[in-house]
């Protein structure tokens, strides 16, 4: 192909063209690092998402409704096999929360506990509680266990006793005591984040029980199949329960997780887009510089019968060229540091004896990393299209050069 021999023959640096040459060769490096900064930064971003729904959407309840009344759900078994029928839900369970103090050694500390049916839940839990801890729970309908969390805090021992005080209404608003149950620490929970410091699970029966549930459970906890319809899934579900009842999901409890999220995703996404455009820029510059370089040689090529496609597409290839060089270079990088991105950053980390990411903070400790391909291809199109969009005007340009003037 003609055109492209030519570019080529175009892009051999001569010594008067060293700067030319330095500007091409700076915009395929800042072409590069942009699409390898971008695609690994949103492959972090997908690993944060991948945590989130995998770490704590695996805890989380997806959506819950509770009972207005103080009795609980009613007709609990009908209810159950009215969902169990309902294609969007993966599983319901019967849950009765309570929010109080745990007590132990004089110390004190906020707690919000869910009673759960132990048996129904095994599975749930597995990868957050030991196997040992959870038999020790399930075989005794007075045990705690506990976040990771309140357990370092508080100093307990698997074994030690401890109460959890609720808090009682009243319906004159007046002071009462409040309620005091005695239970022993069965085992830890390990979610990641602020909820280790929050959470514990504890018998359904002795739950209901410590607050007085009629019926055998508080509330429904719903695990959907797609976690981000729950917002109108569970408005579906509530405004048709035939009981009056309270309904959330987590979008309200967690949902600004996913937000912040999203948001850098966005932030991340248009910043280093205009990081490749800006090094596109660099590329209308030297094809600009390369033009005026080459106006002899442009008319020449005229004189000899060169057709003005011949011309335009000569510098738009030398540019597309940049851009490939750049685009290849980078992505390949990324290509083979997101997938170990986690690894290399553990390494850094061991060697400088820093920690990025701290546990006690943030759901988790690593920083994490999932390569998706269609993240991979979009940023090749931008990158390619910017590419070739900022050498249209030097190529017209090109074409516009007149032999006589250029000859003279």
Partial sequence: MLALELAQKFRKTRSQQRFISFISMSSTIGIGLGCFVLIVLLSVMNGFEKELTGRILSVVPHGEIYSKSESGIENLEAQLYRFSQDSRLASVTPYTGLTGMLQSNGELK??????????????????????????????????????????????????????????????????????????EIAGVLSVGGEL??????????????AIGISSKAQGL???????????????????????????SDWTRTQGHLYSDIQLVRAVVYIALSLVIAVACFNIVSSLVMAVREKQASIAILKTMGASDSLIRNAFVLQGVINGFIGITVGVTLALLVAPNLSDIVRVIESGLGVEILSGDIYFIDFLPSSLHWQDVVVTIVVAMFLSVGATLYPAQKAVNISPTSALH
């Fill in 110 to 183: 906020a707690i919000s506990v869910t009673g759960i049916p132990v048996e129904q839940v095994a599975d749930k839990y597995a990868e957050r509680v030991s196997t040992q801890d959870w038999l020790r729970f399930s075989r005794q309908s007075n045990s705690l266990i506990v976040g990771k969390g309140i357990f370092s805090s508080m100093g307990l021992q698997v074994g030690d006793k401890v109460q959890v005080l609720i808090p009682q209404t009243t319906h004159d608003l007046t002071f009462k005591a409040p309620r005091s149950i005695t239970l």
């Fill in 196 to 209: 280790d410091n929050q959470l514990g699970l504890m018998h359904l029966e002795t739950a209901s029980n």
């Fill in 221 to 247: 906890q719903f695990t959907l199949k797609d976690p981000f319809s729950a917002y109108d899934t569970m408005r579906d579900i509530g405004y048709s329960y035939p009981q009056a009842v309270y309904m």
